[in-house]
Every structure is written in C-alpha cells, then in structure tokens.
C-alpha cells in the first residue's frame, strides 16, 4: 500500500454550506504537495430533519465546495457517516474528508536518495501522547 | 453520480479515543458506544476474558464521554468554565482513581491526569 498517514477530518457548519474559506484552504494544501483528498462527503441536516448527502461524485457547487477536484473513491462507509449523523441539527451541515498527509514522502525520499531508508513511521496513540506530553511539562 | 457506500469497510470501524485529535462532546460519546460495539463484536474472536474487559473499558469510556457531554452542555461551547474548586478536585481525583482501579487508565495515564488535574 503506497500511502502516507491517512487522517479523517469532520468540519461542522451552521447553514447548509462549508465555511467560505474551506475550499480555499484544503486546495492550497493540495497544490503545495502536503495533502492529498481521497474522498469527501458532504452532510446537511435540513430545517426539517431530513438528511441530505452531496457525495465527491456530485456537483459541489451548491454546498460551496464546487472549485475542488476530487477523486471518486468511497472510502468512507454510511457507517461512517452515522457517526456522526446524530450530531448534525437540523439547519447545520458537516464536510467529512479523509486525507493522506504527502510531506513525509518528501523525507523519505531525502533519505533515500541519501543511501538511507525510512527505517520507522508511526502514529503516536492519543492516550500515550497525553501522558508522555503531561510528565514533559509536569 | 452519489457513490456506493453500502457493504464497504468504511475507516471508522476500529477507532478508539485513542484515534481521536479532537472531537465535539457528542461525536466523542458516540465514538466510545462504538468502541464498545465494536469490542463486543470481538468477543467471538478473542479470548472471552479479554473481550469483557475491552468492554468493561469502552462502557467506561462512553460513561466518561457522556459526563463529558453533560459538561460541555452545561457551560456551552466556549463558554468560560470556572476553576475547579477543592471538593471538584477531590472529586475528580476519586473518578481517576477509580479509573485506574478498573483497568482503564494505566499508572502513568493516571499519573500524568493527575499531574496535569493538581496543575490546572
């Protein structure tokens, strides 16, 4: 699997729409190499209740999102999404974005081409960053 | 055209607290019942001793998530929470310990929560 860390990001919005400064935001990200989207649902929960879904493969344009490129690959699951469904208001919306962090491959690369190898990449569990962090600062 | 999302694997299947960068009161309450769930699945995988303490930690977790929610809907998002007081430490410090007597937090979680609930 030729992927870097992969990370699931849920912005919540009052309205039906993304924040203006969203697409803006991820776009830049992308275009400088540090990210990438692999996919993208948009939720909105209605005045009335109902659930709407505007899915990477639809027209973003509506929600504000319309100036991203997206691939079309479901990875992220209904299950997923039920998540954090019960969450969602009625009159409020979410942008739910699973990305893979593509920086690490630019130091993987310097090592490589250094005669070097990426000889351990992990993500640090929460917990264990908390306890680490708090007896750093205590 | 809306993808299938249906009879996928998802990326959320497997997650714990201890995925979680930042969560609202809610989403974290309903990511510890899934945690427990999702433990409970397990049961027929793992060794049964081991799966009733998974769930033992993911309840607790989902407890500790939902005072967390209460909280957080007391004093609103934002809202400035007041210091805690002496019997609010003494209080929380008996919640850790017991925490840490059900084999939820470790000695050094527990430590370090402690560290940081005397700090604060």
Redesign the interface.
């Known amino acids: 699997m030729d992927l870097g860390p992969v990370e699931l990001i849920v912005l919540q919005f009052p309205g039906q729409r993304a924040g203006p400064a969203v697409a803006g935001a991820l776009a830049d990200v992308v275009s400088r190499g540090y990210a990438a989207v692999l996919d993208l649902v948009f939720v909105a929960r209605t005045a009335d209740g109902s659930l709407r879904v505007t899915d990477a493969g639809d027209n973003l344009d509506g929600v504000g999102l319309g100036s991203l490129q997206l691939p079309a690959q479901p990875l992220i699951s209904r299950d997923d999404l039920d998540l954090i469904r019960d969450s969602l208001r009625p009159g409020t919306s979410a942008v739910v974005i699973a990305y893979e962090h593509r920086w690490p491959q630019r130091l993987a690369t310097a090592a490589r081409d250094a005669g070097g190898q990426v000889a351990l990449h992990v993500q640090i569990p929460r917990d264990a960053l908390a306890a680490a962090v708090a007896a750093a600062i205590g | 055209?809306?993808?299938?999302?249906?009879g996928?694997?998802?990326?959320?299947?497997s997650?714990t607290?201890?995925?979680?960068?930042a969560a609202?009161a809610?989403?974290a309450a309903?990511?510890s019942r899934?945690a427990a769930q999702h433990a409970q699945r397990e049961q027929h995988s793992a060794g049964y001793a081991e799966a009733e303490q998974a769930v033992a930690q993911a309840e607790a977790e989902a407890a500790a998530a939902e005072r967390t929610a209460q909280q957080y809907a007391t004093f609103g998002p934002g809202a400035q929470q007041p210091a805690p007081g002496q019997d609010d430490v003494v209080s929380r410090l008996d919640d850790l310990a017991r925490l840490r007597d059900a084999g939820v937090l470790?000695a050094?979680?527990f430590?370090?929560?402690k560290?940081?609930l005397l700090?604060s």
């Open positions: 055209m809306p993808l299938v999302r249906y996928i694997p998802g990326l959320l299947g997650i607290s201890s995925n979680v960068v609202s809610p989403v309903a990511i899934r470790s050094a979680e430590e370090a929560a560290v940081k700090g």
